[in-house]
């Protein structure tokens, strides 16, 4: 049973009387809205009669974006660039592969949260689950805490982080800390390794942690498992926005993607409930997440290291009777008080630094590339040299 029929099942039944609802009664003649499996299963249409991201601000902090996309444009706030000082100058996409643009990722990820179409009423082209939320748009290469620091100052209420970063990051985890005890709620994405190392920022206290799950409810076997892994999303095979032009598209997977689907269900609880705190939107989104019922067979103790608390329902988090509960919400939040001021420290939690996250997400958002290129250049060394021993043995040689 896919996803679609598994959340309508879930709490669509009990809400509509129905098992699976499609775009809501009238057909979308459009191949790209079409594909949006992940609308269908959400029942975005219903959704969108009682909260679309009105008057909420999302900053996602990226590489780049293309503004200009017709399914973006007027959804852009003034944002700021953070370089990154302690690096060289150079080309920003000296490492993209011949079919990459730097806009890609962030044009990716800021349709999936806001995109509102294009063509009569929007009806043709991609819509983000949240379509009238404004981003807040942030490129930062290596500066992200800056970033995090400069989105709580400057009123968002949603930080979407669809990265990974170096693991001794200073004031990562502060900068978040900060955050969250301004009331801004923090999402990012766990990783597409398919390995149990945690990564920063999703490892650190206060962030709601992303892993991918498919259209049958199966969580991604790339995402990366362990108890950093909150809740689940749609990620794979997901249409998206391209920065490579103003009208093109592509389909990718990764746990970025989920991440924004996250981003942008928080967004839609802000508008409703603007007075919870970023652990009370986090337990709206907990206790209505869901299994499909082959995973339930599993009998697995939640939070689980692959499924966290299962996948949203972002229906069921927005109408169900569910008690505000205490500030801290069910997840790990920090202790004590947030420093104004940035921590110079890093904080080391693991052995990976940033590997890529999604859209084949090979690019990262920062650093560890040099270092990549300097180990890649020792291993051919050393494989030449191993090959001329081997060809030509003497003294030397390893016998």
């Given at each position: ?9 879930t709490i669509?039944a ?5 098992l699976?609802?499609?775009t ?5 003649a459009?191949q790209?809205r079409d594909?949006q499996w ?5 029942g ?7 909260s679309?991201g009105?008057?909420v601000t ?9 503004k ?8 852009f ?6 370089p990154n000082p302690t690096k060289?100058?150079?080309?920003p ?5 011949p079919?990459?643009d730097l ?12 995109g509102?179409?294009h063509?009569?009423?929007?009806s ?5 689950l ?8 942030l490129t930062?290469?290596g500066t992200?805490p800056t970033?995090?620091?400069y ?12 990265f990974l ?9 502060e ?5 969250v005890?301004?009331g801004?709620?923090v ?9 149990p190392?945690?990564n ?8 709601i942690?992303v892993?991918a799950?498919?259209?049958y409810g199966n969580?991604w076997?790339?995402n ?7 809740l689940l999303?749609?990620g ?9 032009g103003?009208?093109r598209?592509?389909t990718t997977e990764?746990?970025?993607?989920a991440?924004?689907?996250?981003t942008a269900a928080?967004a839609l609880?802000r508008?409703k409930?603007p007075?919870?705190t970023p ?6 989104l907990?206790?209505t997440?869901?299994?499909?019922a082959?995973?339930?067979?599993k009998h697995?103790k939640l939070?689980d290291d692959h ?5 949203i329902v972002?229906?069921?988090?927005l109408?169900k009777d569910?008690p505000?509960?205490?500030a801290q ?10 420093s104004?001021?940035?921590v ?5 939690i ?5 590997p890529?996250m999604g ?7 920062f ?5 990549g290129?300097l180990?890649?250049?020792?291993i051919i060394?050393a494989?030449v040299?191993?090959?001329r021993?081997?060809?030509n043995?003497?003294?030397?040689a390893?016998g």
């Amino acid at each position: 049973m896919r996803v679609t029929r598994t959340l309508r099942a879930t709490i669509g039944a009990a809400l509509t009387g129905a098992l699976f609802l499609g775009t809501g009664g009238s057909a979308v003649a459009d191949q790209n809205r079409d594909a949006q499996w992940p609308l269908t299963a959400f029942g975005a249409q219903d959704i969108w009669k009682q909260s679309t991201g009105k008057g909420v601000t999302v900053a996602v902090i990226e590489k780049a974006f293309r503004k200009t996309h017709q399914d973006l444009t007027g959804q852009f706030l003034p944002g700021k660039d953070f370089p990154n000082p302690t690096k060289e100058k150079g080309d920003p996409g000296a490492y993209l592969r011949p079919d990459e643009d730097l806009r890609d990722h962030g044009t990716a990820m800021a349709g999936l949260i806001a995109g509102h179409g294009h063509g009569p009423g929007g009806s043709a082209g991609m819509k983000g689950l949240s379509p009238e939320v404004k981003i807040l748009p942030l490129t930062s290469v290596g500066t992200v805490p800056t970033a995090i620091r400069y989105a709580v100052d400057h009123e968002a209420d949603v930080i979407n982080m669809s990265f990974l970063s170096d693991p001794t990051t200073p004031d990562m985890c502060e900068s978040i800390h900060y955050a969250v005890e301004k009331g801004v709620v923090v999402v990012a994405g766990v990783g597409n390794d398919g390995q149990p190392e945690k990564n920063l920022p999703s490892a650190c206290p206060g962030v709601i942690g992303v892993g991918a799950v498919d259209e049958y409810g199966n969580a991604w076997e790339m995402n990366n498992y362990n108890s950093a892994v909150d809740l689940l999303a749609p990620g794979v095979d997901v249409p998206v926005l391209s920065g490579k032009g103003d009208s093109r598209y592509a389909t990718t997977e990764g746990t970025s993607v989920a991440t924004a689907y996250v981003t942008a269900a928080v967004a839609l609880l802000r508008e409703k409930y603007p007075d919870l705190t970023p652990g009370q939107i986090a337990n709206r989104l907990v206790k209505t997440a869901r299994l499909s019922a082959s995973v339930k067979k599993k009998h697995l103790k939640l939070p689980d290291d692959h499924y966290g608390h299962g996948f949203i329902v972002p229906e069921a988090a927005l109408n169900k009777d569910i008690p505000a509960g205490p500030a801290q919400g069910p997840l790990p939040m920090p202790k004590g008080k947030a420093s104004k001021t940035p921590v110079t420290a890093g904080l080391k939690i693991g052995p990976n630094p940033n590997p890529p996250m999604g859209m084949g997400e090979r690019l990262t958002l920062f650093g560890g590339i040099g270092l990549g290129v300097l180990v890649v250049i020792g291993i051919i060394i050393a494989v030449v040299v191993a090959a001329r021993r081997r060809n030509n043995p003497g003294p030397q040689a390893w016998g």
